[in-house]
């Protein structure tokens, strides 16, 4: 089975500013996706960005890149040029790619991010 | 393109009833699995159906259960309620299914058991 740890609960960060997003999972498997989904007050969750594990590449979208660390087992998120409408729930995901469990997406416990002024 | 629509966003029910929540998906979209969401636990998998079948389930009683309709629409049917069933249920549909086929969120039904 896999698990996500997700070990900072809250994070405040000032407009303008970057800040790191922590995750670790543990698998035996070596052919997966990682997830970053945000979900907003209004309670929908909104994918944020994807990573494919058999590529080196760290994924980037516009302001939000991940590092990406496989032997390490980690998966951090990079939010650059922070907005007030970034503050949200951050949850890091792992799917595997085995089609047998397709859409199945094991959760960390999140992260509340807190965009000031 | 409409997103996952989720009915009823709001439901109150008492011990011991059931309850059943819907779930629309994109169009075109023939995926559709439910995720249970409390404080204490967390996100969790409940199922996930694939052209009306039950392809995945997770760790869940059998008090939780679901369908899916041949327009790929699906109900999500949870009996003899308890206090702990009290969460935010949400929906998400992908294209096929697959790995590859991002999935996409509904707003979820917060269903409150007095």
């Known amino acids: 089975a896999q698990t996500v740890t997700q070990s900072q609960p809250e994070m405040s960060v000032q407009e303008a500013e970057t800040v790191t997003l922590s995750c670790t999972y543990d698998t035996s498997e070596n052919n997966y996706y990682l997830f970053w989904y945000k979900q907003p007050p209004s309670r929908q969750m909104i994918l944020v960005i994807r990573q494919e594990a058999y590529k080196q590449q760290n994924a980037t979208e516009n302001r939000f890149s991940v590092n990406f660390q496989k032997a390490a087992k980690s998966f951090s998120l990079k939010i650059s040029d922070s907005q007030l409408g970034d503050t949200a729930m951050y949850f890091c995901a792992f799917m595997s790619r085995n089609t047998g469990t397709a859409s199945k997406l094991t959760f960390g416990t999140g992260t509340r991010l807190q965009v000031t002024l | 393109k409409a997103g996952v629509t989720q009915t009823p966003r709001y439901l109150i029910k008492t011990r011991g009833q059931q309850v059943t929540l819907s779930c629309s998906p994109i169009?075109?979209?023939?995926?559709v699995s439910w995720y249970q969401q409390t404080p204490g636990q967390g996100l969790q998998f409940l199922f996930e159906?694939?052209?009306?079948?039950?392809?995945n389930k997770g760790n869940f009683p059998g008090r939780f259960s679901g369908r899916q309709f041949s327009n790929s629409r699906s109900e999500m049917n949870v009996s003899t309620l308890e206090l702990g069933d009290s969460a935010l249920y949400l929906c998400a549909s992908s294209l096929a299914g697959q790995p590859d086929s991002p999935l996409h969120f509904g707003n979820g039904t917060r269903l409150t058991v007095t």
């Open positions: 169009s075109g979209h023939r995926s």
């Open positions: 159906y694939f052209s009306e079948t039950q392809r």
